[in-house]
């Protein structure tokens, strides 16, 4: 039986504060346990997990299948670009075949917005998103609030700017909920055309101007600019955009802030939304967020199928 309050991980929307934290312990076993010589456990020997991608990931789909094969599971992988999808077949028939042939779980990342939401509702096994559309993308904010948490401790109180295109984002979404439910306070930063209306409904404050936003926040996670997404144009330019909303030390330090603490869920446009130096600068905690990922997607996988005992 699940330990988390839910059989699938859809969105942070509907999980609560308690399963966070309960992700959040289970991923300090396991980050112990991947820092090991032998950085593998039996936890999941018996289950076998399909990866089903319909979009391009190089961090998420990495991240899981080495979560996946660290727990021991049967890993396979499925690519739409090379699969009878291409055919005609339906999204809910593919599954059911994947299923048909004994696979306990499906990770899956699908351009719709609630695709996955769609799939848990007729199949019959966990489902986790691993990114949908501009809806949710649950694990990145999972990871991205377990790394702050390392860095800061207690996230009560403390102040998260997200920057960029908030519209396109299912990270900034995921990300306002975790946060939320752990006690932080986040604001948006962004070109108005880039920033959803229903934003302050979620009790996000928007700053228009980068220089105010960076003096007030304690984190500032840099998105990138989905062109993949946009259906109009949103600003003039990149560069302009660059101007206005690019991070940079010159900006850092004419805001005095030696303390931020920078993020960015990749894939990065460096010189876009954030200038290469300071990508590989103390600031970041880039790579940490990628390392913890494993980490905290072993967790969900384990705590979904059920086998909350010992990691070790
Ligand atoms: N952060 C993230 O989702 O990256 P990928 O698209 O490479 O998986």
Same mark, same amino acid.
């Given at each position: ?23 959040? @312990?289970t ?13 593998k456990?039996?936890?999941?020997r ?22 996946e094969?660290?727990? $021991? !599971? ?6 739409a670009?090379?699969?009878?999808v ?25 351009p *719709?917005?609630? !695709?996955?939401?769609?799939? !848990?509702?007729?199949?019959?096994? $966990? ?12 694990? @990145?904010?999972?990871?991205? !609030? ?97 101007m206005?909303?690019?991070? *940079?030390r ?8 030696k ?50 005992? $010992?990691?070790?």
């Open positions: 039986m699940s330990t988390l309050s839910t059989k699938h991980l859809l969105g942070i929307k509907n999980i609560t504060r308690e399963d966070i934290e309960q992700i959040f @312990q991923a300090d076993n396991f980050k112990e346990v991947i820092n090991r010589p032998i950085k456990v039996p936890s999941l018996d289950v076998t997990i399909a990866n089903i991608f319909f979009e391009n990931s190089t961090r998420t789909k990495l991240s899981f299948e080495l979560a094969k660290r727990l $021991s !599971a049967d890993v396979v992988n499925f690519s670009s090379s699969s009878s291409k055919k005609g077949e339906t999204l809910v028939d593919t599954v059911n075949n994947i299923l048909a042939m004994k696979v306990d779980m499906v990770v899956m990342r699908h *719709n917005p609630g !695709a996955c939401v769609h799939l !848990a509702r007729h199949v019959d096994c $966990s489902i986790v998103n691993a990114g949908d559309g501009a809806h949710e993308h649950p694990t @990145q904010a999972l990871l991205d !609030a377990y790394s702050l948490r390392e860095k800061l401790g207690d996230l009560t109180g403390r102040k998260v700017l997200i920057v960029g295109d908030i519209l396109h984002s299912r990270v900034a979404l995921s990300n306002i909920f975790c946060l939320q439910k752990l006690g932080a306070e986040v604001r948006v930063c962004g070109p108005a055309t880039m920033i959803p209306r229903y934003i302050e409904d979620l009790g996000v404050k928007v700053m228009l101007n980068l220089k105010e936003a960076l003096a007030w926040a304690d984190v500032a996670n840099m998105l990138r600019i989905q062109l993949e997404r946009q259906d109009i144009q949103y600003f003039p330019t990149l560069r302009e955009y660059s206005q909303y690019g991070l *940079n010159a900006l850092l330090e004419e805001v005095g802030r303390d931020l603490i920078i993020m960015h869920p990749g894939p990065i446009n460096r010189g876009v939304e954030i200038t290469s130096d300071l990508v590989d600068s103390d600031y970041s905690i880039i790579l940490d967020q990628v390392e913890n990922g494993v980490a905290v997607r072993m967790a969900v996988l384990y705590l979904l199928a059920g086998r909350a005992k $010992s990691s070790s």
